[in-house]
């Protein structure tokens, strides 16, 4: 737009108006598509909780596991997983009377 308006009186208005701090305000797709953002991030780090935790307490953990718990987005599904993870023994207990 700046460009458009080339070298004009116009274009300096322009210019101050873009220069005035609008993140006060965000539409609800912006706010929408943020915390399906934050979800996902969320989501990605009890994930990496989960395989962390197993790591340290040296239970090996296959790559069909591995995808299952990095694939999964459920904040819930996550957190009962990597309090299992805690006294698990092996994955198997960490997944638990669920299907795949």
């Given at each position: 737009?700046?460009q458009g ?24 797709t ?7 953002g ?7 780090g009890?994930?990496?909780a989960?395989?962390v935790?197993?790591?340290?307490r ?11 718990i ?5 904040p ?10 805690i ?6 207990e960490?997944?638990d009377?669920?299907?795949?």
């Amino acid at each position: 737009m700046e460009q458009g308006l080339g070298k004009t009186p116009a274009a300096e208005i322009w210019r101050h108006l873009m220069a005035v701090d609008l993140s006060f305000f965000q539409s609800q797709t912006a706010q929408q598509l943020r915390a399906e953002g934050e979800a996902r991030g969320e989501a990605k780090g009890q994930a990496k909780a989960v395989l962390v935790l197993l790591g340290h307490r040296g239970i090996e953990v296959g790559e069909e596991d591995r995808e299952r718990i990095i694939g999964c987005g459920d904040p819930d599904v996550l957190d009962l997983w990597l309090t299992r993870a805690i006294t698990a023994t092996s994955t198997a207990e960490v997944f638990d009377g669920e299907a795949d």
